[in-house]
């Protein structure tokens, strides 16, 4: 048995893989990640090796190539560069892994080390993204991450020394307790380490994590962490990064591809439990516990949990709304049922009209909900 | 049946002291009512009345006594509403009659509608019985009320029967009473046929069945009845009686009281006060008429759903067949699209009408807030009516404006004078005269009928503990400083929201209207200024400030259609999104503020 739908081209298709392993849990976390024991690695690695298998069993498999892969977690960086090596095998081994395919894992700065970072990359990969979050000592303390910022720079400057030459952080703001000037100081540290890209989310607190259940204290207003935004826009800017999508940031040549895949409404396949693939016009999920992604596959079956026909209406509109995320923008023609939001989003400054291509300013990312909501 | 053995009378009282509760005992005493279909206030019809237990409407119904004398009387029973609103129908019910039984609850006394109601039966000179109710409750107070009805009605406290409804004690006694008190109807079955119309409904069936006492000679079906004020003809086609239920008999004749159908279309063409008479030999001279029961409260009606204006129009149609104060014309709003700007009783009358249209038609209505009718004085001479705000000429068209006073009776308790006398004060109520009853006072106030349309009575009541009983009929109108006040928002003004009021209270409105709607108008794209303003002059300000921040920062390892579903969820609050110019409200929150 193997997946009921298929991808409507050859590709280059994207690939998520989800490992949900951590070693501790961070107070504002609601990912599917569970706590770390080299036993349940074992056994879900077996699983994963399995799904790829089963995945690969498609008739269309041997057909497509795939141009970026994705680690993403959970914390990927606790696999071992021999168990990652034996994942990337099989997947070159079922489907035709380009050989120009970017490659990333994400990693916490805690369990990456130089020969970790080399292994990796022998094994094929050739981009890292460091979980850095901040560079304050004291709010990392608070997120419940298991590293300082010393940490963070040593492990960057053991992904540059393996060898990595793309290497993208994580940084987060909107923390509680942070103003303006402790975030710019991160933003200001990090700027001088030169990496070739950045993502900063502001913290939002979904169900599920501590901070949402418990309450925290001390979260930032709106004004600042819209100042926030606005600082780190500002000093991207000035160091020469091109801030090609809502919360993503990169030197010339360095965007993720990958995360370009899903800006783009192009198909990826999803490996690992909860992992979200979009295939055809079929959006997918993989059951969530690992236990229950496990035993599908020990039992043989794929682990599938949900999945949902976009109509075509809901294609074109996520084709709409993911696009605008991109600094690229959208065809004009897109948008043509709704001309006068366009008038007024141009208006308000939040929207620019260029030749046949219309885009979000960066002040028009920062409400591009408020839009979305009328373009479905 | 000889005249002499028919008594017509109604039964009046302020509301909820009995009326039709009595109205069962007679029906169950005479063994009019087979006590095993008998359901409290049995006359109390319509689901509205039975579910508020309250008389909208008055009922008619024909009773058959067997008197102590042995004889075989017809009593004619007209039960009647207590509420302010629809003293109209007391008054109607009256000219049919002879007699009333004016009821007074033992244990409340003499109360405002019972004076207002009292009056009405003198005016049209009845023969009025006191009946003393409620003499069961433990709370009751005979020899008070007996003090009240002498000193307050100027009535002879000894003629007063004493009763509990409830209970049917002292029931017969007052049978008896009936009979002995009023007298028989006058007039002569012979002579040419003339019978005045006191009420009518629509009947999808058999049309209009017009309510009728007959004053002089007989009516039997296949008569050409002439309507003498608009000279209509029609061929009676039924004439009855109400048992309570519409039962034909052969003929109805002088003294009597019934109904009759003649294919008669509408409601208007057989007015209350009309003259009906025999085509073939007219009666000389019709009744004088009766005036039209006027609105005197307005409001906008308005669909929820723009789709449902004509189903809202066809409802107000069919409404109106039964009711007549209830007038309406097609008015626009920029805020609330197309409905009805409706002319009420008062605000109870609104009530009821806005609850049957969403009840018995499945409408979803917004109505705008309360207002009354003011005269307009312009600068060139002429007098123009105004119901609706956003109809107000501009200031320098008007030379004055005038709005409608009332005048009233408060009665209550002694200890409650000095917080009724603030309540007043604040309504920019004057006042005429003061009467001490015992240890109760009865005030008289003149109010702009403005002021006490919205909530002047639940603070009455709640300021006396529910003590104070109120009761008041137009006077005049009389000229005041009112002004327009506009709610702007970003400098557009929503008409919704527009109201007339007295100069002195514009400000307060004015602040209380910004600062409700700044608490429901969610963060926009941009700034939204709301004002309250006098003309140009703005008097109230608020602002609600721009959202600054709205995205979704990440759709983690790909989810995209969990983005979706939030957004999704967020569209479908939208949809409960009012429009006003650019800026969005959430629907129930602007009704919110539309009732206030
Ligand atoms: N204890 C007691 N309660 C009574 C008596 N007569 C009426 N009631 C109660 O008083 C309340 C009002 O009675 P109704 O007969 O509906 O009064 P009404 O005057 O017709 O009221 P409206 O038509 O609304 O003006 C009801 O709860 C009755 O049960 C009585 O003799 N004794
Ligand atoms: S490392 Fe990432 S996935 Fe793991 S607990 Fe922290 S935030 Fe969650
Ligand atoms: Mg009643």
């Known amino acids: 048995m193997t997946l009921a739908w298929s991808p409507s081209r050859r590709g280059p298709l994207g690939v998520y893989l989800h490992i949900p392993f951590c070693r501790q849990r961070c107070s504002y976390c609601s990912f599917n990640t569970g706590p770390y024991h080299p036993a349940a690695m074992d056994r879900f690695h077996s699983a994963l090796l399995d799904e790829i298998d089963l995945v690969g069993e498609a008739a269309w498999a041997g057909d497509v190539t795939i141009g970026t892969v994705f680690f993403g977690g959970g914390t990927p960086s606790l696999l071992e560069p021999i168990e990652l090596e034996t994942i990337l095998d099989r997947l070159r081994k079922r489907f035709a892994l380009d050989p120009g395919a970017e490659v990333t894992v994400e990693c916490n700065p805690e369990s990456l080390t130089r020969a970790k970072a080399e292994g990796y990359r022998l094994a094929g990969v050739n981009r890292l993204s460091l979980g850095v979050q901040s560079l304050d000592d004291e709010l990392l303390v608070r997120l419940g991450r298991l590293h300082s910022s010393d940490d963070a720079r040593r492990a960057f400057d053991a992904a540059r020394s393996a060898g990595v030459d793309n290497v993208s952080l994580d940084l987060m703001y909107g923390l509680p307790g942070q103003d303006v000037a402790r975030w710019e100081s991160t933003v200001r540290g990090v700027l001088a380490w030169r990496p070739e890209h950045l993502s900063a989310y502001a913290l939002t607190l979904d169900e599920g994590s501590r901070w949402a259940g418990e309450g925290v204290a001390g979260l930032p207003g709106e004004e600042t962490v819209t100042a926030q935004y606005w600082a780190l826009a500002r000093m991207a800017r000035e160091a020469g990064y091109e801030h090609y999508e809502i919360s993503n940031y990169a030197r010339r040549g360095f965007r993720s591809r990958h995360n370009q895949v899903y800006w783009r409404a192009e198909e990826y396949l999803a490996l690992g439990p909860g992992a979200c693939g979009f295939l055809g016009d079929v959006r997918y999920g993989n059951v969530k516990p690992v236990e229950r992604y496990c035993t599908a596959l020990e039992a043989g079956g794929l682990p599938l949990g949900t999945h949902e026909v976009l109509t075509p209406a809901q294609r074109k509109a996520e084709k709409v709304i993911l696009g605008l995320r991109l600094s690229d923008g959208v065809p004009l023609a897109w948008l043509e049922d709704a001309r006068s939001l366009v008038e007024t989003w141009a208006s308000l400054g939040l929207l620019e009209v260029a030749g046949d291509r219309c885009r979000l300013t960066e002040a028009g990312f920062l409400l591009s909900d408020s839009l979305f909501v009328h373009l479905l | ?596």
């Open chain 2, 1 to 596: 049946m000889a005249l002499s053995r028919i008594r017509n009378f109604s039964i009046v009282a302020h509301i909820d002291h009995g009326k039709s509760t009595l109205a069962d005992r007679l029906l169950a005493l005479t063994g009019a009512m087979d006590p095993k279909k008998a359901v409290d206030q049995v006359l109390d019809s319509m689901d509205l009345e039975r579910e508020r237990g309250i008389t909208i409407k008055q009922h008619t119904v024909r009773i058959p006594y067997l008197a102590e004398d042995s004889q075989e009387y017809t009593l004619n029973l007209i039960d009647t509403p207590g509420h302010v609103d629809f003293s109209y129908e007391v008054s109607r019910s009256l000219a049919a009659c002879e007699g009333a039984l004016l009821i007074v609850d033992a244990a409340q006394g003499v109360e405002a509608q019972t004076l207002a109601n009292f009056y009405l039966a003198l005016e049209a000179n009845l023969t009025i019985i006191p009946v003393i109710n409620k003499i069961d409750l433990p709370q009751a107070d005979v020899e008070g009320t007996r003090r009240q009805i002498a000193e307050i009605l100027g009535l002879n406290p000894d003629e007063a029967l004493l009763i509990s409804a409830k209970l049917g004690t002292g029931v017969p006694e007052l049978l008896e009473a009936i009979v002995h008190r009023i007298p028989s109807p006058p007039g002569d079955p012979a002579a040419p046929l003339k019978a005045l119309v006191f009420d009518s409904f629509y009947d999808p069936y058999q049309g209009v069945v017009v309510y009728v006492r007959i004053y002089e000679g007989r009516v039997r079906a296949g008569m050409p009845a002439l309507l003498m004020s608009n000279g209509r003809v029609y061929e009676v086609q039924q004439v009855g009686v109400f048992t309570p239920e519409m039962k034909p008999v052969e003929e109805l004749s002088a003294g009597q009281v019934g109904y009759l159908t003649a294919g008669i279309k509408r409601v208007a063409d057989a007015k209350v006060g009309e003259t009906i008479t025999d085509n073939n030999r007219p009666t000389a001279e019709a009744f004088p008429g009766y005036r039209d029961a006027k609105p005197m409260v307005f409001a906008g009606l308005y669909p929820v759903e723009d789709t449902a204006y004509q189903s809202l129009r066809d409802a107000i149609d069919k409404l109106r067949l039964n009711d007549s104060a209830l007038t309406f014309e097609p008015e626009t709003s920029l805020a609330l699209g197309y409905g009805f700007r409706c002319g009420f009783l008062g605000l109870l009358h609104m009530e009821i009408v806005q609850e049957r249209l969403e009840r018995e038609f499945g409408l979803a209505l917004i109505v705008t807030s309360p207002s009354v009718r003011y005269r307009v004085i312009t600068t060139a001479g002429e007098t123009v009516e105004i119901e609706n705000p956003s109809k107000l000429p501009t200031a320098g068209e008007i030379d004055h404006i005038e709005e409608p006073f009332v005048r009233s009776s408060v009665f209550a308790p002694t200890e409650f004078m000095n917080p009724i006398y603030r309540l007043a004060q604040d309504k920019r109520g004057e006042h005429r005269a003061l009467e001490y009853l015992g240890k109760r006072v009865h005030i008289t106030f003149d109010f702009p009928l403005s002021e006490i349309i919205v909530d002047f009575y639940d603070r009455l009541k709640s300021i006396s503990k529910g003590y104070a009983s109120f009761d008041y009929d137009f006077l005049e109108f009389r000229p005041s400083d009112m002004v327009k006040l506009d709610i702007l928002l970003n400098g557009d003004a929503v008409d919704a929201l527009s109201v007339i009021l007295h100069r002195d209270k514009a400000y307060e409105k004015g602040k209380t209207l910004a600062e409700k709607l700044r608490a429901v108008i969610p963060r926009q794209m941009f700034e939204v200024a709301i004002q309250a303003a006098i003309g140009s002059r703005v008097i109230a300000r608020e602002t609600v400030k721009a959202i600054r921040k709205n995205v979704t920062a990440k759709c983690y390892g790909g989810d995209i259609t969990r983005k979706r579903k939030l957004l999704e969820k967020q569209k479908e609050g939208k949809k409960r999104m009012k429009q006003l110019g650019k800026v969005e409200v959430p629907q129930e929150a602007f009704l919110s503020v539309l009732r206030s």
